[in-house]
T-cell receptor, first 110, second 110 residues
């Protein structure tokens, strides 16, 4: 089976940088995904790492270390609109169905 | 227009009632999924489908059934609703390693 651990809450101020960590245990590994969910809304895709290293998309970056079963999402130049829940997830099986972590609630303070 | 739509958006029902949640997509994806989200938790997979003829149980399929009427339509049924099925339900499609979620159906079982 799959299990993922991430912090439940993170708080930071506008303009700062925050890192959300995720450790995982999987029976087979394809990659690590990150999704953003605003309160009550639909999760939206942020990134997917299949290989080790850092991938950058605008203010957001995602990192993966397969040897450590660890990844993180890095958010730079935080804005108030970044306040949301962030989920790491791993795909498995031939349908790449996702197993999600419990989510990290990010609060950005003015 | 949204690529993945769900109806109804909100539903209140009573214990023992049969209800159906519907999902439609215009993305042309073969793979579709139903997830459930409980407060403060990540999404958990109920059922997934490769195509019209291929439907598979997920992590928490007990008490649920699904129907894939066409490539574009994937319905979730609760045969006899119970209060602990109160949750937020999401339908999703996927292509490669990205999942696209509908807006969700908020279900309350009294």
């Amino acid at each position: 089976g799959q299990s993922l651990e991430q912090p439940s809450e993170v708080t930071a101020v506008e303009g700062a940088i925050v890192q959300i960590n995720c450790t995982y245990q999987t029976s087979g590994f394809y990659g690590l995904s990150w999704y953003q969910q605003h309160d009550g809304g639909a999760p939206t895709f942020l990134s997917y790492n299949a290989l080790d290293g850092l991938e950058e998309t605008g203010r957001f970056s995602s990192f993966l270390s397969r040897s450590d079963s660890y990844g993180y999402l890095l958010l730079q130049e935080l804005q108030m609109k970044d306040s949301a829940s962030y989920f790491c997830a791993v795909p498995s099986g031939s349908a790449r169905q996702l197993t999600f972590g419990s989510g990290t609630q990010l609060t950005v303070l003015p | 227009d949204a690529d993945v739509t769900q109806t109804p958006r909100n539903r209140i029902t009573k214990t023992g009632k049969r209800i159906m949640l519907e999902c439609s997509q215009t993305k042309g994806h073969d793979r579709m999924y139903w997830y459930r989200q409980d407060p403060g938790l990540g999404l958990r997979l109920i059922y997934y489908s490769f195509d019209v003829k291929d439907i598979n149980k997920g992590e928490i399929s007990d008490g649920y059934s699904v129907s894939r009427q066409a490539q574009a339509k994937f319905s979730l049924s609760l045969e006899s609703a119970i209060p602990n099925q109160t949750a937020l339900y999401f339908c999703a499609t996927s292509e490669e390693n990205t999942q696209y979620f509908g807006p969700g159906t908020r279900l309350l079982v009294l």
